[in-house]
């Protein structure tokens, strides 16, 4: 543990560590550009320059190891007069053209020009000029403003993994691109955005749109996937103008995906502003109180068992709780939050849950992924993976579809029949799984929504019992606790299904499933159908029954509705939402919701009076404490209880199919993203491979 | 300087494939590198292609390289861009290389620019219509004693001017390569006005002085 002082002040920071994190250590601020927490050491910018007692000459620190006895002045003249002029050599070649540029009001490059520069430039040259380069539908460029600190290029081949972005020519002429101009072709694509430490890499959708100290800045939960990203909402009165990622260690990071960043212009697109009852064949506006009248009429003289809910992907835990007791109150067993069909819940809930933890992937040292694509269910889980991969001594295999997942995987096949074999020790991977101290599993829901489901859970959970991936906690011989292991993971892509199977929004006693609900609405056995903003489910199914569609855009749910209720998007709610690993988080609402839209508990509240079932609770605060009283598990915010283990899934037959992929577009995956502008044009050049054609009217 | 041309689509072949000769000295320089470590390969494999391919790289020959050599086909680019010894875009059969770096310049250098201008009609950067020759003006050469230089292909001519460029040009639209080295005939690097010092071997009286001393301090014996 080498001991230096920085600024008088002396610190101990563990070997390995630089002078600038030392400098850190001891509360001195060290101006940089190049230099990333997550990403590796360039050393280029020179920013970071300090001075070194007995050193000929300043130092980069970002680059330097702290060692014994060294005397560092960070505030000194030396230290001053280099970061000086490294920054007025850094502006030489830079636009002053702050006024026009997005980056400004939190560019670093502006802060530290003020804090470390000097007052007017010396420089009376021409300034170097550099083309634009195209980089796909999110990232706009201007290339003048680049300082080539390339941050982007490290971000791009170490963290995303797609070793596309590079900086072509030299000394002067140096430029960042991407390999002939393509787009860059990541789900974690615009985080370059943030990293960029100038206005070189600004967002193109959210070009000219705001300046930061404008917007009202909310702290929320991403719901476009099970990740559970920590997010901060900007908007502008009532219009959220842009998603920027949020720091937790152990979920995100400081990174969310493209999709989470971008999809919020479809908050402005198809929106469900106002009930709707359908006359004659056609969907009229109506009053609320219209709407519930419809609803309570229909329901009138229905059986418990001819009335269903279905929830949706990314609704809120309180709205589902709502809903599931008003239909306990109204003698339904129909319900359940499992739209993809894929044959979870009831059981201990370690059968549900993302056991390891997402930061517990850095431990584990071998990974069996079934039937899933990380890289498109939970972008931030395929970053975890690669991050632990690049570590090295990570064999992964892979049972299901081929894809490509930005690290090298072993393909062992693409059905049961290759899960039998490793489960029996036959294949090749056993041996794997075998020598592995801390082997974790990932199943995806392509290979639990088909109708052996349950018993390709049973197979993987006896996988995970045959391969020591479950450790429960044990005392070593000095009488310490060893934290146990648990390498049982369910990935899910939805980001309210947790939340569901945690409540048992499930089938209750003879109740039907989706696919049931679904058979039962067709062949007039259900009479009433609620969707609680469930759009990814055959609406063409629903025959005759009477559906009622609650939800804040007008997708295939709202179509087939004959009541529309309009509910609330994501970040026009308080809500709690429980990520894949079990993790429960609290949203909060940026804006309100639009025109006559309520948040969602709030209509099935309302509904349960017109419709004579009152729930008992009147404020967001009294339905939360009746969730935590009922369902334990919610209390517990921000904060992973290891899940007790036991016994579920069912044996059965697997059948040969290979397993599929529940995406089929990463871009478009949930009503708010399918009715996003920059979705999809996302669409357009990442999926179908299309060169976006330039007319007259762009740019 | 400025950045260095990549050839656009209509000059891109859409495949590249190694000679064997090529193949031949790829084993051998491929061998000389740990097998974890064949990127560092990439030099001598640009320079490869670039010979085999009428003196530039094609982008079809960089992939071909980033899968050779298990690397991102733009850390292929970026090297080749970084150096100047790579052209990316087709150039002359006689491709020019003129050195204007400062005792280049102070020697002459213009007038070798000027002679290049004049009798073909290239800048830098540029190829004659009819593929003949191209310019490229470049730093130091590494050969300033004999300055100006002017590069062609591979070999360096020296002490240029403006009238033994214009020779040189002739001599090479005929199709004739004449001899590398100094234009003045002058040898290697010596003096222009011929050698000023150890004009002879030994002094007058047949062995120098500081062989003398050297013999007396070891005591004799002239190994």
């Known amino acids: 543990m080498p001991k230096l002082t920085v600024d008088g002040i002396e610190v101990e920071v563990p070997p390995g560590t630089s002078v600038l994190q030392a400098c850190e250590a001891a509360g001195a601020e060290v101006p ?3 230099y990333h927490d997550r990403l590796s050491v360039a050393g280029n910018c020179r920013m970071c320059l300090v001075e070194m007692e007995k050193a000929p000459k300043p130092i980069a620190s970002c680059a330097f190891p702290a060692s014994e006895g060294m005397v560092i002045h960070t505030k000194s003249e030396v230290a001053r007069k280099a970061q000086k002029g490294t920054m007025e050599f850094l502006l030489i070649n830079h636009p002053l053209d702050c006024p026009i540029c997005d980056q400004g009001g939190e560019c670093d490059l502006q802060d530290q020009a003020m804090a470390y520069g000097w007052h007017s430039s010396r420089y009376t040259e021409n300034k170097r000029a550099v083309t634009d380069k195209y980089m796909g539908p999110l990232i706009k460029t201007i290339m003048t403003r ?20 590079g900086m072509l020519n030299r000394g002067e002429n140096a430029e960042i691109t991407t390999y002939l101009e393509n787009a860059l072709a990541s789900e974690l694509s615009a985080n370059v955005i943030d990293l960029c430490p100038v206005g070189a890499l600004t967002s193109k959708p959210y070009a000219f749109v705001s300046r930061p100290w404008e917007l009202k800045k909310v702290e929320s939960i991403d719901v476009m996937d099970a990740v559970g ?8 009165g009532q219009e959220v103008l842009r998603v920027l990622p949020r720091l937790h260690e152990d979920i995100n990071e400081e990174w969310i995906s493209d999709k989470t960043r971008y999809a919020c212009d479809g908050l402005k697109r198809q929106r469900l502003d106002r009930p709707y009852v359908r006359r004659d064949g056609k969907l009229q506006p109506a009053s609320w109180a219209e709407a519930f009248a419809a609803i309570a009429t229909r329901l009138n003289g229905l059986k418990g068992s001819e009335i269903a809910a279905i929830a949706g992907d990314a609704v809120d835990a309180e ?14 067993p129909n319900i359940d939050c499992r739209q993809d069909g894929a044959r979870l819940g009831g059981g201990p809930r370690a059968g549900w849950l993302f056991n390891t933890t997402i930061a517990g992937i850095e431990d584990a ?3 069996l992924l079934i039937g899933t694509n990380p890289r498109w269910e939970a972008a931030l889980v395929n970053a975890r993976i690669r991050k632990r991969w690049l570590r090295g001594r990570f064999p992964i295999g892979l049972v299901g579809q081929p894809v490509d997942l930005t690290y090298d995987y072993d393909h062992l096949g693409a059905g049961a029949q290759s899960l039998s074999e490793i489960a029996d020790g036959s294949h090749r991977f056993a041996e794997v799984l075998k020598a592995a101290k801390k082997p974790m599993l990932v199943i995806g829901s392509g290979a639990l929504a088909r109708a052996d489901g349950a018993a390709v859970l049973a197979a993987a959970r006896a996988i995970a019992e045959g391969f020591g991936m479950i450790q429960p906690d044990s005392v070593d011989e000095d009488g310490e606790t060893v934290a146990g292991w648990n390498g049982f993971n369910v990935l899910h892509s939805a980001a309210s299904r947790v939340a569901g199977l945690d409540m048992g929004f499930l089938p209750g006693e003879g109740g039907a499933d989706v696919a049931g609900i679904l058979a039962g609405a067709r062949s007039g056995a259900i009479k009433l159908v609620y969707l609680l903003a469930a759009d990814e489910i055959d609406t063409e199914a629903l025959g005759d029954a009477f559906v009622v569609y609650q939800g804040h855009h007008g997708d295939k749910g709202a179509h087939r509705a004959d009541v529309v209720l309009p509910g609330a998007a994501y970040t026009e709610k308080d809500g ?4 894949t690993e079990g993790r429960v988080q609290m949203g909060f609402a940026a804006t309100f919701p639009l025109g ?6 709030k209509i099935v509240r309302a509904l349960s009076d017109a419709v004579g079932h009152t729930l008992p609770f009147d404020d967001l605060v009294a339905l939360r404490q009746a969730l935590m009283a009922e369902y334990d598990t919610f209390a517990a915010i921000d904060t992973i209880e290891p899940a007790p283990w036991g016994a579920f899934g069912a044996a059965g037959a697997l059948e040969e199919a290979p397993f599929g992929s529940p995406i089929e577009n990463f871009y478009m995956t949930d009503p708010i993203s399918r009715a996003s502008k920059t979705m999809a044009e996302c669409t357009e050049v990442f999926s179908l491979r299309r060169q976006p054609v330039a007319t007259g009217t762009h740019g | 300087m400025s950045s260095k041309p990549i050839a656009d689509d209509r000059d891109q072949p859409a495949t590249f494939s190694w000679t064997a000769e090529s193949e031949t000295r790829i084993g051998v320089i491929l061998a000389k590198y740990p097998p974890d470590r064949q ?17 530039w790289i094609p982008l079809a020959a960089i992939d071909a390289i980033a899968a050779r050599l298990g690397m991102a086909r733009i850390r292929v680019l970026e090297v080749a861009t970084f150096y100047t010894m790579f052209n990316l875009a087709p150039v002359g059969k006689w491709f020019l290389q003129a050195c204007t770096t400062t005792p280049c310049w102070l020697r002459g250098s213009d007038q070798v620019m000027r002679c290049i201008k004049d009798k073909l009609g290239i800048g830098n950067h540029e190829r004659t219509a009819d593929g003949q020759f191209s310019l490229l003006e470049v730093e130091c050469l590494g050969a300033c004693v004999n300055a100006p230089i002017l590069q062609v292909n591979d070999d360096f001519y020296e002490d240029m001017d403006y009238e033994t460029t214009a020779t040189l040009l002739a001599s090479l639209k005929r199709g004739e390569q004449p001899a590398m080295g100094s234009m003045t005939g002058r040898q290697t690097s010596q003096s222009i006005a011929g050698p000023t010092s150890l004009t002879s071997l030994k002094d007058s009286d047949g062995v120098p002085p500081w062989y003398a001393g050297r013999t007396a301090a070891a005591g004799g014996g002239d190994d």
């Open chain 1, 229 to 236: 990203s920590n997010i901060r909402i900007d908007a502008r």
């Open chain 2, 39 to 55: 990127a560092s390969a990439v030099l001598p494999l640009l320079d490869l292609a670039q010979r085999q391919h009428d003196n």
């Open chain 1, 32 to 34: 940089r550009f190049c």
């Open chain 1, 319 to 332: 709205s589902m709780y709502a809903l599931k007791r008003l239909m306990t109150a109204l003698g339904s």
């Open chain 1, 596 to 601: 006559e839209a309520r948040e969602d508990w």
């Open chain 1, 146 to 165: 680049c300082i080539h600190c390339t941050r982007c290029v490290r971000f791009a081949t170490e963290i995303a993994g797609v070793s596309e972005m």
């Open chain 1, 365 to 367: 040292d071998a990974l």
């Open chain 1, 576 to 579: 709690l939402y429980v990520n």
